[in-house]
């Protein structure tokens, strides 16, 4: 994983896998899937998380 980051203004967590471009991307409802040209996944984007966190009573831990 290269980076994790969490966005406090649009309520969104983003998990870079790869630093490959963008070509596409797919909604999936809360999670948007970015795909490079050759189709692997380059980012993973959970909007409301915050949200979505209290309503699954689930633990995150995000480790470096």
Avoid: C, W
């Amino acid at each position: 994983m290269k980076k994790i980051s969490y966005s406090k203004d649009v309520d969104a967590l983003l998990i870079e896998l790869s630093h490959a471009p963008i070509a596409y991307a797919e909604d999936e409802g809360q999670v948007i899937l970015h795909y490079s040209q050759d189709d692997k996944l380059v980012l993973v984007q959970i909007l409301d998380f915050r949200r979505l966190m209290s309503n699954e009573n689930v633990t995150v831990s995000l480790a470096s």
